[in-house]
């Protein structure tokens, strides 16, 4: 079970998301502040932290400076009231994944909480072996029979996801949520096109395929070894 730590000094905001993120099968601790986050974090173990700014003793951008600073790694979440580009601007630039304004949809925290945890999941793993073929996320290279060579990012975002959970269906709108970002302007259309051409490249690898789920979307499989 992932375990989440909200950061939120307004104690009925942070209870609702508490509420909402278990209801969804998250574990979940709060945190009133900054300074009280990061002693949590010396205790707990934590794959996803949804932080406010404005907080006593240490606001939300500090806090996450702090944390990039320590070489954590962990995805977070901001949440403001602020809904200047400066301030989303302040937000991604001490660090921040991705950010909400308030009033918060918790619905929509919920599908932005999901893609952030598989996106990190994938960036952690860095290596996926399937069959003869190896994906190295650093340097998004694919190796095959002793040849190595680069994929253009999203091609190889897309691979390695896809092959992460052979046979699972994936919609195209989680494809682009994941790959691509929830606030993308892109179209679903670019996942076909990038789908197509990974079909081209790997045409005649005895490894795996990927299929086409009429009316959904895409899953990846492996081939049998006769």
């Not at 302040?90 to 909480?113: C, H, I, Q, S, W």
Request: proline share 2%; glycine share 6%; aromatic share 8%.
């Amino acid at each position: 079970m992932f375990k989440i730590l909200i950061v939120e000094d307004d104690v009925e905001l942070g209870q609702l998301f508490r509420r909402v993120l278990e209801k969804n099968g998250y574990a979940v601790i709060n945190a009133c502040d900054g300074v009280d986050a990061m002693n949590k974090l010396e205790t707990e173990y934590i794959d996803l932290i949804i932080s406010d700014v404005m907080m006593p003793n240490m606001d939300g951008y500090e806090f996450v400076r702090e944390l990039r600073d320590a070489k954590l790694d962990i995805p977070v979440l901001m949440i403001t009231a602020k809904d200047r580009f400066q301030d989303m601007q302040a937000g991604f630039g001490a660090g921040t994944d991705d950010y909400m304004v308030k009033p918060v949809n918790v619905n929509e925290m919920v599908l932005r909480v999901g893609a952030l945890l598989r996106r990190s999941k994938m960036i952690s793993e860095k290596k996926l072996t399937v069959g003869g073929t190896v994906l190295e996320y650093d340097s998004l290279s694919v190796i095959k029979g002793g040849k190595s060579y680069v994929l253009p990012q999203k091609e190889f975002m897309l691979l390695y996801k896809l092959l992460s959970y052979p046979n699972h269906i994936y919609t195209r709108q989680q494809l682009m949520d994941d790959i691509w970002g929830l606030d993308t302007e892109t179209e679903s259309r670019t996942v076909d096109v990038h789908i197509n051409r990974l079909r081209d490249r790997f045409r005649d690898s005895d490894d795996f395929e990927i299929v086409t789920v009429r009316g959904i979307g895409y899953k990846a499989v492996k081939k049998v070894e006769v």
